[in-house]
């Protein structure tokens, strides 16, 4: 397939009426088609084509995903980052991946505000910007053990392989039905899983212009809302809701990001009549396994789906790729002989092939469907002058251990993430000590359970859950 090509084989299916999608309105295919078309002029007026990279930073909203389908049909490289951002997490990212250009929204970088109808964005030529990695049109972001983000590169193969294997589990949503998103178009789940799919597939793409839950089950009974797509952090908000309305159409919740916790499943199936159905993917490649059946449970991923090849060694995943994800050569150890290692832990059913996940064996520990790595965490703590040593876990909550000055407390200590990190990232509780157990060998202990039990007691500790 041509190299621009990709993206007219998704935006020209359907007839100019067919629905595409509703958030406060409703959008039809052919003005999605006419304000990609738009947007694409203006782009190649700003000198945008075949080989730019363009860095895209702006709200969700329906002119976020206009702007990425015309940068990819002029064929630019796009890499996509989270508005949300700080400017300290911002700031490495632009100094890694360089882009030539900056098309970003004037409000990005501001509070959540909800789903957007339209944005207003302007595009900025940036200095010494380098131009696009052969081949790679999508470009992400996903933490390290390190502390420094992966860049993530993805070609347009690759984008629609992923889309052929959602097609190809059974009881995705396709034409006629209505999706409705929770995810975040920014990330991996929201944009392939959701947008699109649902391009893809011709269904149709709901929105919801604010995640109050109470709001979002009324538009799903408005909508008449067969699929919904979410994180359990959505699922256990929903849950929630009391006297919810009939949904008579809903017959799939859709999961991604992280394990649905049992009583999440529970409470769900219990106010709306219907399982929570697990799917399982990776920024780098996408959608591995997953089931739409009903039949799994917690801690169950379901099968490896049609075209995605795995293996299990010592309870750890690994996924066959043609080549490396990572850009400029980083990471070298994650890849090899054309399998990707996951970190992730899980348990293949040698009778049934079915994927039940165990955990993480590295850093990372997923946060309402994010990636957050609990080393980037610690090194902004031991940016602090009076702190001498951190370890940060994750159960529940982010809990960080802290060897500071006794004067260091629990507050001047959370002000100092907000700061520098992005709120899923803040540690819920510090426990701070003038020094943390260390093991025989010297070493910090990291294990959460034996560092509740050898903090010393009389160590402040506070929680930070209902501030």
């Known amino acids: 397939m041509a190299k621009t090509q990709w993206v007219s084989h998704l935006l020209n299916r359907g007839a100019d009426d067919d629905p595409w999608a509703v958030s406060s309105a409703p959008i039809t295919r052919g003005q999605l088609r006419s304000a990609v078309a738009e947007f694409e002029e203006r782009f190649r007026n700003q000198g945008i084509g075949e080989g730019s990279s363009v860095l895209l ?94 860049v993530i590169g993805r070609s347009a193969d690759s984008v629609l392989a992923e889309i052929d294997r959602h097609a190809a589990l059974p009881g995705i949503p396709g034409a006629d039905d209505r999706m409705m998103l929770l995810n975040s178009v920014m990330h991996n789940m929201g944009l392939v899983s959701g947008v699109l799919h649902a391009l893809a597939s011709g269904a149709t793409l709901i ?106 060694v010592d309870e750890e995943l690994y996924v066959r790729m043609e080549r490396s994800p990572y850009l400029y050569g980083e990471h070298t150890d994650r890849y090899t002989d ?20 165990l955990g993480r064996a590295d850093s990372l520990a ?7 790595d609990l080393t980037e965490v610690e090194n902004v703590l031991l940016t602090h002058d009076r702190v001498t040593e951190a370890v940060v876990t994750h159960h529940e909550v982010i809990e960080a251990f802290v060897g500071a000055d006794p004067a260091v407390g629990a507050d001047e200590l959370t002000v100092w993430c907000r700061e520098r990190l992005s709120p899923v990232k803040i540690p819920k509780r510090f426990h701070i000590t003038r020094l943390l157990p260390r093991n025989s060998m010297g070493k910090l202990i990291r294990d959460r359970a034996l560092m509740h039990g050898r903090v010393l007691p009389e160590s402040p500790s506070r929680a930070q859950e209902d501030r």
């Open 366 to 372: 997923v946060i309402g469907g994010l990636k957050v």
């Open 338 to 357: 054309g399998w990707l290692r996951t970190f992730d832990r899980v348990r293949q059913d040698p009778a049934t092939g079915v994927l039940s996940m």
């Open 207 to 312: 929105v919801p212009p604010t995640l109050r839950p109470a709001e979002v089950v009324r538009l799903m009974a408005a909508t008449g809302t067969n699929a919904v797509y979410g994180t359990p952090v959505h699922y256990d908000l929903l849950s929630r809701v009391a006297d919810p309305p009939q949904l008579p159409a809903l017959r799939l919740a859709v999961s991604g990001g992280e394990r649905v916790p049992q009583e999440t499943y529970v409470n769900f199936r219990a106010r709306f009549g219907l399982p929570i159905s697990p799917v399982y993917g990776l920024t780098e490649i996408g959608l591995i396994a997953g089931d739409l059946s009903g039949t799994s449970v917690p801690p169950q991923l379901g099968l490896p789906v049609p075209g995605a090849e795995v293996k299990v």
């Open 57 to 150: 930073r702006m709200t969700p909203s329906f002119t976020y995903v206009q702007a990425l389908l015309a940068l990819w049909s002029r064929g630019a490289q796009v890499v996509l980052v989270d508005f949300r951002l700080k400017p300290a997490e911002y700031a490495p990212l632009i100094q890694q991946v360089r882009p030539q250009y900056l098309v970003a929204a004037a409000d990005a970088g501001g509070p959540v505000a909800g789903f957007r109808q339209e944005s207003d964005f302007t595009v900025q030529q940036l200095p010494d910007g380098r131009p696009a990695v052969d081949g790679i049109r999508l470009v992400q972001f996903s933490s390290g053990s390190s502390g420094r983000p992966k």
